[in-house]
Each structure stands twice: as structure tokens, then as C-alpha cells.
């Protein structure tokens, strides 16, 4: 005997209290079907999937491929992966061949008919960087510049609404709300990483996953690995880069929690050895976002760790508990 059935059987109940039950169970089946009616979405990473789910609020439901610490240049799709993917009505991917393993993927699924938006198309030409030696293609880690990951919300904004035409007001909503939010984050990094003293505006990190940031907010950044981390870093790379830091008396450099610290250490190592004194300056969020329901969980959370600790780390001015109020960095 189901809940709605038991209800009725009742008979101490009131008219009016059966009046409400026979109500709900009438309507019962209508909301399981809008629920399973509600577009399925399959992004590849954390950041792609939590910039989707903000613009589509609870009218789709949104699943990310990567979770915490994978590595997007490396992720190879398993079979149950695959299945996500052709069973969704739509996929959002970061693009710019961040998830380099998953072309031939994505091709099958576009030929298919499936949508597949990719974030980085979105993106005008001249905001992307191309590094020379990654010859004619263009950085993909568009995510690390607020302003430019903010310039991606009217393609996922249409995406959504091509899917669900019902939609198309929630979503418009959300994407404004969503982009004044990281306007004000974006401003919030600006400051932060302005207040770190000139010499030591040097972020040195595990790969070159942070050169939009450095563009967008002023800092030199130099990555032990190069773009992908399927190139290896030399001994040389190391040593120029110690050679760096002592000259600049940069006081930190950082690992991030999607790639091997290996290489950090050993610039830690060569620093010292060159008689200068670098300390780790807290691991960053580069290619995944931290772990699911907590704050570095989500985009807003990861670049405001990342920011706060760099700005932190570097000598500059900026609150432990971050952009608003909800990091716990320990007081350095
Ligand atoms: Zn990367």
C-alpha cells in the first residue's frame, strides 16, 4: 500500500485533509514528469559543469565528467562515461582542446546531431592567447580570467534555451544575476592582486595554466610544465627558474591539486640551494575545482582561493576568509 492509498483508508481523517491528500496525489505523477522532462546536461569539468548549473538554476540537471584533482588534458573516457555522454540531451565542454584526449569523442557526438557547446568558441579571437609554441592553436584555460570565463554566459544561455524554449526568461535571469556575481569577484581579484610589491608580482605554478590570469590582472607567470601537462619540464626549466626567484626574491611558489608536485619541490630545492628562501605557498586550483559541496567546490570558490592564497603568499593585502567571507586560509 503506497502513501496515497494508506491516506484514504483513513477513516479519522477529515474531508478536508483526504480533500488535500487526493490533491497531492493527483499531482504527484505531474511532478515526477516534469522531473524527468527537465534536460539532462553532461559537462566535462567542474568548472564548465557549475557555470552551466548557475544559468540553468532547477530547470536542468547538470552532471560534470571530472571531479575533484582530475586532469583535464589527460581524462580519458571511460565506457560509463561514454554512455553519459550519448544519453545527454546536450554536452558542455571548456574547448580550445583543454580536453585533448576527448576530440574524436566530441566529433562522434556532434556527427550524431548531438548539441555540443563548446565555451571557448564563445570566446572572440583576439581574447584568446596563443603561446608560439603550441602553434596555431590557443591556450585553453580561459577560466583563470573571470571577465573572459563571464563573456561565455550568452552561449550557454542560448544553449540552454535551444533546449528548452520554455526556459528562455529563467535562464536569461540567471545569466545577468550570475554575471554581476563575477563581475564583483573579478573586481575583487583586480584588488587583491594589485596590493602584491612589484618585485615579487612573479606566479610560478606546477603547469602554464595561469596566463590569463597574469594578463588579466597584471602578474609575470611562469609554469614549470608547459600548457598541457603532457609535455615534461626539464632540469633546465628548474634551474632558470630558481636562478628567477632568487634574483626577484619571490617568497612562494605553488603547487595545484590537479598535477604532481614533483617539480615545485625541486624549484623549492634549487632556490635553497642558490641560498634562497622559498616556502610552498598553498596548492592552487588550476584544471579541477576543489571537492563537491564545499566552497572551493565551486567556481567563485576556487578562483577566490586561488587569488586570496597567491595574494597572500606574494606579500600582498588580502583577508584570510577571502572575497566574501567564506574561505579559511591559515593566517601566514
Ligand atoms: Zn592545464
Not at 548557475?54 to 581524462?75: C, I, K, Q, S, T
Request: proline share 5%.
Amino acid at each position: 500500500m503506497n502513501i496515497c492509498s494508506k491516506t484514504f483508508a483513513t477513516k479519522s481523517l477529515t474531508k478536508f485533509i483526504a480533500a488535500v491528500g487526493l490533491a497531492v496525489c493527483l499531482l504527484l505523477p505531474v511532478a515526477a514528469q516534469a522531473e524527468s522532462e527537465r534536460p539532462h546536461i553532461v559537462a566535462t569539468t567542474g568548472m564548465v559543469a557549475d557555470l552551466v548549473r548557475a544559468v540553468a538554476g532547477d530547470r536542468a540537471e547538470v552532471e560534470a565528467l571530472m571531479g575533484e584533482g582530475v586532469d583535464p588534458h589527460l581524462f580519458k573516457p571511460t565506457r560509463s562515461d561514454t554512455v553519459k555522454l550519448l544519453r545527454a540531451d546536450a554536452v558542455f565542454i571548456s574547448g580550445l582542446h583543454l580536453e585533448g584526449k576527448m576530440t574524436a569523442a566530441f566529433d562522434r557526438l556532434r556527427e550524431s546531431g548531438k548539441p555540443v557547446v563548446a565555451l571557448g568558441d564563445a570566446v572572440p579571437k583576439e581574447r584568446l592567447l596563443s603561446p608560439p609554441e603550441f602553434e596555431g592553436a590557443h591556450d585553453p584555460h580561459i577560466w583563470m580570467d573571470v571577465g573572459i570565463w563571464a563573456s561565455t554566459l550568452p552561449a550557454i544561455r542560448d544553449g540552454l534555451a535551444r533546449l528548452d524554449p520554455a526556459g528562455t526568461e529563467t535562464y536569461a535571469r540567471n545569466a545577468d544575476a550570475y554575471g554581476a556575481e563575477l563581475a564583483r569577484l573579478d573586481a575583487y581579484a583586480r584588488r587583491i592582486l594589485a596590493s602584491i610589491p612589484g618585485k615579487a608580482r612573479v606566479l610560478v605554478t606546477a603547469h602554464d595554466a595561469f596566463n590569463y590570469l597574469g594578463r588579466a590582472y597584471g602578474i609575470e607567470v611562469r609554469g614549470i610544465q608547459g600548457i598541457s601537462t603532457e609535455s615534461e619540464a626539464g632540469l633546465r626549466v628548474i634551474e632558470e627558474l630558481a636562478a628567477l626567484l632568487a634574483d626577484r626574491g619571490v617568497p612562494a611558489v605553488f603547487p595545484e591539486t590537479s598535477v604532481s608536485d614533483r617539480n615545485v619541490r625541486a624549484l623549492v630545492e634549487g632556490a635553497g640551494a642558490r641560498g634562497h628562501r622559498v616556502t610552498l605557498g598553498g596548492a592552487l586550483f588550476s584544471d579541477a575545482m576543489g571537492a563537491p559541496g564545499s566552497y572551493e567546490g565551486t567556481y567563485i570558490g576556487m578562483i577566490d582561493h586561488n587569488v586570496t592564497t597567491i595574494a597572500r603568499a606574494l606579500g600582498g593585502e588580502a583577508p584570510a576568509d577571502g572575497f566574501q567571507g567564506k574561505l579559511a586560509l591559515a593566517q601566514r
